[in-house]
Nanobody, 123 residues
Framework: QVQLVESGGGLVQPGGSLRLSCAAS????????IGWFRQAPGKEREGVSC????????YYADSVKGRFTISRDNAKNTVYLQMNSLRPEDTAVYFC????????????????WGQGTQVTVSS
């Protein structure tokens, strides 16, 4: 059974950090591009970051550049999103998604999705 499971969300104060994990089962994550998306209440789901499989290219949304870092550990079949200097506007449900080889900002590009993990940034 193909599955993606996110973890690591929670409540953090502004300026704090969290590390999200996206663990895959039923397929080899190394062969897939993994994207992180987020969706705040009443807003569209937006792309945050992506790491490709084809050449390891990495992409970030302008809103998170310099604060978030995506990485993969193929031995653990897991992709991480390190989030530093968190802001209240980062509050959202964060999802990871998998697509063969290449990244895309389009949600429809991705074949598999996790169930999401809540990140709340508040004092």
């Amino acid at each position: 059974q193909v599955q993606l499971v996110e973890s690591g969300g929670g409540l953090v104060q502004p300026g704090g950090s969290l590390r999200l994990s996206c663990a895959a089962s039923g397929f080899t994550l190394e062969h897939y591009a993994i994207g992180w998306f987020r969706q705040a209440p009443g807003k569209e789901r937006e792309g945050v970051s992506c790491i490709s499989s084809s050449d390891g290219s990495i992409y970030y949304a302008d809103s998170v550049k310099g604060r978030f870092t995506i990485s993969r550990d193929n031995a653990k079949n897991t992709v991480y999103l390190q989030m530093n200097s968190l802001r209240p506007e980062d509050t959202a449900v964060y999802f990871c998604a998998a697509a063969i080889l290449y990244c895309s900002s389009g949600k429809d590009w991705y074949d598999y999705w996790g169930q999401g993990t809540q990140v709340t940034v508040s004092s």
